[in-house]
């Protein structure tokens, strides 16, 4: 084991797994509630990376480009936001099984990478929509990391659930 659960987590959150692990109407809403918005945010984020790495020397283009960049991060934290809250809660209804792997470990490491590079993402942005031009390159390399550590978590997730 990676992690021992702490015991007064594991007493906090024994009501919530009780009822999370014999209700299929729960387990499922949950669950929802993860993949739904990472499938909404992730995808909407991947369309927006694959874009950026097509666009070419064309202002107005690029402009435009910044402009769904910016509007698109809204629904791509807000997605962030719902996935991290129903992941918290499938990780309390089962803090053993989560806090002992090292798969669940790794994903959460991908996760703080995914976010960085978001954060990174959205500087070079802002200073592309003020003018300055020499930071393409730099939006592509971060656009191709945010699409692979996109993939790459949701195979983390899979292999979480299957591998435990």
Do not use: C, Q
């Amino acid at each position: 084991m990676l992690v021992a659960t702490p015991e007064a987590l594991a007493s906090l959150a024994a009501p919530w797994a009780k009822y999370y692990s014999h209700s299929k109407t729960a387990a499922t809403i949950v669950t929802f509630l993860h993949v739904a918005p990472i499938v909404v945010g992730g995808g909407l984020a991947i369309t927006l990376d694959r874009f950026t790495l097509r666009i070419r020397d064309d202002a107005a283009a690029r402009g435009r480009h910044l402009e769904e960049i910016a509007f698109a991060h809204k629904s791509v934290v807000g997605g962030l936001v719902v996935a991290t809250l129903s992941g918290i809660a499938m990780l309390l209804a089962d803090l053993d099984t989560f806090l002992g792997s090292w798969i669940f470990w790794a994903k959460m490491l991908l996760i703080v990478a995914l976010l960085a590079n978001g954060f990174a993402m959205t500087r070079v942005e802002t200073r592309l929509r003020t003018g300055a031009t020499d930071l393409w390159g730099r939006l592509r390399v971060l656009s191709m990391a945010s699409l692979v550590l996109w993939l790459v978590i949701t195979f983390a997730g899979i292999a979480l659930v299957n591998a435990g």
